[in-house]
C-alpha cells in the first residue's frame, strides 16, 4: 500500500522561490567578494575601507548564509532531511553577519536604512524557511 502523502504546490512554489532568493544572495556575496578594484575605487571612502577591512570570520558568514540557504532550499525542494541542517546554518550565519554588520560597523550609516531593511527581510525569509522545513516535516511531506 502506497502511505505517502501528496505534497501541496505550494510548497514546491516556495521552495522554488527560495532557491531564486537564495541565488540573488549567492550573486550579491560574488559580486563584493570578487569586486574589481575599479568598482571599489569607484564608492565612497569609509566604505571602501569597510569592504576592505571585513574579517575573515564575517565573510565566511556571509558565504555559509548564501550557500546554506540555497543548498537548504534546494533539499527542501527535493523533500530532503539534510534542508533542515543547512536552513539553521544559514540562518546562524545571517545572525553572525548582522553582529557584523550593525553591531561592529555600522552598516546603516555607511549603506543607509536600505541595508537594515533589507537584512530584516533576509532574517525573516530565513526564519520562515526553518519553519516551512518543521511544517512539512510535521505533516509529513518530508520523510
Known amino acids: ?32 567578494a570578487f569586486m574589481p578594484p575599479e568598482a571599489l575605487e569607484s564608492l ?16 565566511a558568514a556571509f558565504a555559509l548564509s548564501v550557500f546554506g540557504g540555497f543548498f537548504g532550499s534546494l533539499f527542501l525542494l527535493l523533500k530532503k532531511n539534510i534542508a533542515k541542517i543547512l536552513l539553521w546554518i544559514s540562518l546562524i ?22 541595508a537594515l531593511y533589507m537584512q530584516i527581510i533576509v532574517l525573516i525569509v530565513a526564519i520562515l524557511l526553518v519553519y516551512l522545513f518543521n511544517q512539512a516535516k510535521n505533516k509529513h511531506w518530508i520523510k
Request: hydrophobic residues 55%.
Open 93 to 114: 550565519s545571517i545572525i553572525i553577519n548582522d553582529f557584523y554588520n550593525f553591531i561592529m560597523i555600522d552598516s546603516i550609516s555607511l549603506f543607509g536604512m536600505s
Open 1 to 32: 500500500m502506497n502511505t505517502q502523502i501528496k505534497t501541496p504546490t505550494w510548497f514546491t512554489v516556495v521552495a522554488i522561490l527560495a532557491i531564486i532568493w537564495n541565488l540573488m544572495g549567492i550573486m550579491a556575496y560574488l559580486a563584493q
Open 44 to 59: 565612497k571612502p569609509e566604505v571602501q575601507e569597510a569592504y576592505k577591512n571585513v574579517p575573515a570570520w564575517a565573510t
